[in-house]
């Protein structure tokens, strides 16, 4: 069974540019949460897609943004980054969104924004 | 407001010595608690769910209790390799039925040789 992958696993990017990060969920889950992690800190919640569909949101602006395909992977896209966007990107997903549903955490991917 | 703190935010450990973490939550209908631990630079790994008051779950020197208002994390006769960062997180509903996690600060656990 294949768990949580994300990539790429670093990335560097300039204040103003945009990024895609990946996720592919593990086998059998159809609901993926995306989470930023800054440094010392615990994960906040982005939002969450179930079946290709966004179905809750945290609180972050509308340039955070996300889709899901049919197979449940997603992608995370961030425009006019800004140096605050810094952080480790988490992509975890659950086999629905029910009560005893446990996310499982991909390794992340850390993004630097100069 | 749904919220979990952490305490303590660092706790440093001899090998053997043992210790527990606390986890205070404030939550509208607890619907599961969670222990995750997180290595440096990596994704948080899934430990133990806790649903109510009074549960508890074992796994090797890790043992998660649960309250109405907070959870310990104790750890017994500790080893180096134990090292990392333990997150507390509860389960909190979003409109609409569906649900995120509440994450609170971790405890940077470092156990020493």
């Known amino acids: 069974e294949t768990g949580v992958t994300q990539s790429p696993t670093h990335l560097i990017k300039t204040r103003g540019q945009q990024v895609t990060l990946r996720c592919s969920s593990q086998?059998?889950?159809?609901?993926v949460s995306w989470y930023q992690q800054a440094l010392g800190q615990g994960p906040q919640f982005i939002f969450q897609?179930?079946?290709?569909?966004?179905?809750g949101r945290g609180n972050f602006p509308p340039r955070f943004s996300g889709l899901q395909f049919p197979n449940y992977s997603s992608e995370l896209n961030v425009n006019a980054l800004e140096l605050d966007d810094s952080a480790l990107y988490l992509c975890a997903s659950s086999p629905g969104t029910g009560n005893t549903d446990t996310q499982y955490f991909g390794p992340g991917t850390r993004l630097t924004v100069l | 407001e749904d919220q979990v703190t952490q305490s303590p935010e660092a706790l440093r450990l001899q090998e053997g010595e043992s210790s527990s973490l606390n986890c205070s939550y404030t939550v509208s209908g607890l619907r599961g608690l969670f222990w995750y631990r997180q290595d440096p630079g990596k994704g948080p790994e899934f430990l133990f769910t806790?649903?109510?008051a009074g549960e508890e779950k074992e796994k090797e020197r890790l043992k998660a209790t649960l309250t109405k208002k907070e959870s310990f994390l104790h750890i017994t006769a500790p080893k180096p390799e134990d090292s990392a960062t333990y997150l507390c997180a509860v389960r909190s509903f979003l409109s609409g039925g569906y649900n995120k996690l509440i994450f609170g600060a971790g405890t940077r656990l470092a156990v020493h040789p």
């Open positions: 806790l649903y109510s």
């Open positions: 086998s059998g889950h159809n609901t």
């Open positions: 897609y179930y079946r290709e569909e966004e179905n």
